[in-house]
């Protein structure tokens, strides 16, 4: 984020994205009640989303799907909000706590814990990352070094394996949290993302190793940072692990795609995250398409559902993006700032000069398909805060109308 804009949302609001100091009064509707049939009658998603998944993932840029949106979609987007949200709700940001920096649960209870046991996904794996930026005396503990930022899941009910029409992986990242994390956003100039990718499959598979240059690509200082720095921590069986989030989340996939090595033809990966979770978000499902194409397995859909997502980085990473086949949908409340920073004086919007001047560290370029939420103006005045949290992006998904207090 802009260092402008972040310090007033620092000012304005305690230093996390979503435990702010307001209440939204109604429930949000689930997801399913969300879904129409094609004579507009109220029924079920699984009559539907088994044949269409992959429109649903991306497959066409979601186009004649998005105005209105359709409600076999919404339902999903929503859905997957809601594991970005579990993100937050399961994080112990407590500075007090034993537990700090950590996830409340364990990975057998997390879905359980938050109400969805139902869902049909099992969590596998747990992202820590290494977001310390300043050392003491700024630091608020050492486990600052080793904090919980998302999770991976797998579908694994066969009931909602039949409704998805596939099996999905999911990745999940929260937003700020931590004082670390603000600073990490403050971070924002661009810097070579210097991610190379290999062919890890035998030589009986394929030929020769494959290697994908960078071409160019340039990503925010803070996000890259939180994605590849390496960090050091016990993992469940207390045995200490020394890698970076961007490890951990790519040998978790390898590993489930090597599990379910036999299903690749109707398997699908989806990413999602709020905020600094939605950048990181976007990175690391770039990552994870640059490695699954030089792995040949360019056939398996990689779809990221953001929301508020800043920009993450240059041209050529939006080049490379739309390249890869990534397929990314922007969620934007018109009220949120986040999602214009940073690159506020140079982005995509500038034309020709944001292209000729792409070689600046201060250029950024926004990702994918954007989808607007909200309206421009509101009859009640609400902070900064308030249009930045994920609970008001899923109510306006979701159609409910906006909070007047």
Not at 113 to 129: D, Q, W
Not at 259 to 267: G, H, P, R, S
Request: charge should be positive.
């Amino acid at each position: 984020m802009s260092s402008t804009f972040s310090m007033t949302l620092v000012q304005s609001a305690s230093p996390t994205d979503c435990n702010l100091a307001f209440q939204i009064n109604s429930t949000l509707p689930s997801p399913a009640h969300l879904v129409s049939n094609k004579n507009g009658e109220q029924g079920s998603q699984s009559q539907h989303l088994c044949d269409m998944w992959r429109d649903i993932q991306g497959a066409h840029n979601w186009n004649g799907l998005l105005d209105p949106m359709d409600p076999i979609l919404k339902s999903e987007v929503l859905r997957y909000g809601n594991m970005a949200k579990v993100c937050y709700d399961a994080f112990d940001g407590e500075s007090s706590s034993k537990h700090y920096g950590e996830c409340k649960y364990s990975k057998t209870s997390l879905f359980d814990k938050m109400g969805m046991s139902e869902c049909g996904y099992r969590a596998t794996k747990y992202i820590y990352a290494n977001t310390n930026v300043l050392a003491a005396p700024f630091v608020e503990k050492a486990k600052d070094r080793a904090v919980w930022l998302g999770f991976i899941a797998v579908c694994e009910s066969e009931k909602e394996i039949r409704r998805l029409g596939r099996r999905d992986i999911v990745v999940a990242w929260r937003g700020t949290q931590t004082t670390q994390e603000w600073i990490q956003d403050l971070r924002d100039f661009l810097i070579p993302a210097r991610l190379s990718y290999k062919c890890e499959r035998t030589s009986k598979d394929h030929g020769a190793a494959i290697a994908i240059a960078n071409d160019g690509v340039r990503i925010e200082t803070g996000f890259l940072s939180c994605y590849t720095s390496i960090i050091s921590h016990e993992d469940s069986k207390g045995k200490s692990v020394n890698k970076s989030a961007r490890g951990l989340v790519n040998a978790e996939i390898r590993r489930l795609l090597n599990v379910y090595k036999n299903e690749i033809d109707n398997l699908s990966i989806t990413f999602t995250g709020h905020s600094l979770g939605a950048a990181l978000t976007t990175l690391s499902a770039y990552d994870t398409k640059n490695i699954l194409k030089a792995n040949c397995y360019n056939n398996i859909p990689v779809t990221v559902f953001s929301f508020a997502s800043p920009r993450v980085g240059n041209l050529s990473f939006a080049k490379k993006v739309e390249d890869i086949g990534l397929k990314v949908m922007r969620l934007v409340n018109k009220g949120d700032v986040v999602p214009k920073v940073p690159g506020v004086f140079m982005n995509e919007k500038m034309g020709f000069l944001s292209r000729w001047l792409s070689w600046l560290p201060w250029t950024y370029f926004h990702v994918g398909v954007e989808v607007s939420l909200g309206n421009n103006s509101s009859s009640h005045q609400k902070s900064v805060a308030y249009y930045h949290h994920l609970e008001v992006y899923l109510r306006l998904l979701a159609g409910c109308k906006e909070d007047n207090n």
